[in-house]
């Protein structure tokens, strides 16, 4: 008698293969879109936007902390190394530069009590890129030669908003030029 | 192989693609680690996190960091494991654990924070009385100045934000006290 219906080791194959592209796939998907979001709100000077502190009405990414200051920098590495600035909170509340490669992943952090100084400078580039035109205090090499740097500052009810404004100001993302 | 074979291989793609998005789209939890209400991923953020839960994190939380720098708690439910929602109030009672700074911050459905035109979204480690006793009560969808505000919320979730957890935390994800999530009422209880 001949059998009928669907061969069940194709269907289960493709089935494996088809949940394991898409979820590979996904995450660099609501990066883009992510990142071409960020992109169409305009740029702030030296590489960085200063979000405003986020509201229920200008919220643009999901699970966003109204408690929390953000500044985010696009990069695109295909031009050579990025230095990134930051400049830390002088009242002792938590900040951080972390990097966010094409795939969503966080590949370094660097926060306020990494450092002893009040401002850190960061080298940005690829793994294969042995010539890195500018000393830095610390150095990030990205996965991928897209991605995103976000800078966030806690804010609470004792901060001085002008101040913290002020430092956030000191989070640039400039192209790295050789010397 | 036969014609058979391949059309039976590409709907299986396809069932597999619609399976895995439905996965990372829907409300459902997966994974994780469960402490009372609230849920974790110790590997979000990181690039050691299987692909379904970086997924996952893409849609709900990109842009976390990685759990030294901060671990993200979760909670659809309450300590009765009903959904939280905004026709209901609740607090939460019980302690903080031990981190350099933490918030409680209120979502909706699609993980955006509730469009009410009330500015009380969140609750943070500056904000709230913490009694002699190291314990907290917050209350949740209630009048009371405090309070964080469900209006809008739909069926909602809160995230617990935990910046420099003590390292004690992150040995103790599942095992450590948590705050409770206390249903007080809902909108028709007599």
């Known amino acids: ?179 | 192989m036969t014609l058979r074979h391949v059309l039976t291989f590409l709907v299986g793609s396809a069932c597999g693609a619609v399976l895995a998005a439905t996965l990372v789209f829907s409300p459902i939890e997966i994974g994780g680690v469960s402490n009372g209400p609230w849920i974790t991923n110790p590997h979000i953020g990181s690039s050691d996190a299987n692909p379904l839960t970086r997924a996952l994190v893409a849609r709900r939380g990109l842009l976390a960091l990685t759990r030294e720098e901060a671990v993200y708690f979760t909670a659809t439910r309450d300590s009765n494991d009903l959904n939280l929602s905004e026709r209901c109030a609740y607090e939460i009672t019980g302690e903080i654990p031990p981190a350099r700074w933490w918030s409680i911050t209120i979502y909706d459905e699609d993980s955006f924070l509730p469009r009410n035109g009330l500015d009380r979204h969140a609750v943070n480690s500056s904000s709230v009385d913490i009694n002699g006793d190291g314990r907290v009560v917050i209350p949740v969808g209630q009048a009371s100045p405090g309070a964080i505000a469900t209006d809008q919320a739909g069926l909602f979730s809160l995230t617990l934000r935990l910046y420099h957890p003590d390292p004690i935390v992150l040995e103790g994800l599942d095992s450590l006290d948590f705050p409770r999530i206390e249903r007080i009422g809902c909108e028709g209880d007599t």
Not at chain 1, 48 to 67: F, K
Not at chain 1, 117 to 128: D, G, K, N, V
């Open chain 1, 1 to 179: 008698m001949k059998r009928s219906g669907l061969p069940f080791l194709p269907y289960m194959l493709g089935l494996l293969i088809g949940a394991a592209v898409t979820l590979h796939v996904l995450p660099g998907r609501i990066m883009a879109r992510a990142m071409d979001r960020i992109e169409s709100l305009g740029g702030d000077n030296d590489g960085a936007r200063h979000a405003p502190r986020v509201t229920a009405e200008n919220q643009t990414i999901v699970r966003a902390s109204p408690d929390i200051l953000y500044s985010v920098c696009l990069f695109d590495l295909a031009d050579g190394p990025i230095r990134v600035e930051a400049t830390w909170p002088a009242d002792g509340n938590y900040a951080s530069v972390s990097f966010y490669d094409a795939n969503t992943n966080n590949f370094r952090a660097i926060n306020d009590r990494d450092v002893d100084a009040l401002s850190t400078s960061i080298s940005l580039a690829r793994p294969f890129d042995s010539d890195i035109p500018e000393r830095t205090d610390e150095s990030a090499w990205s996965p991928t030669t897209t991605g995103l740097i976000l800078y966030r500052r806690v804010i609470d009810a004792s901060t001085d908003l002008a101040a913290a404004e002020t430092e956030r100001q000191g989070f640039t993302c400039t192209q790295m030029v050789d010397q």
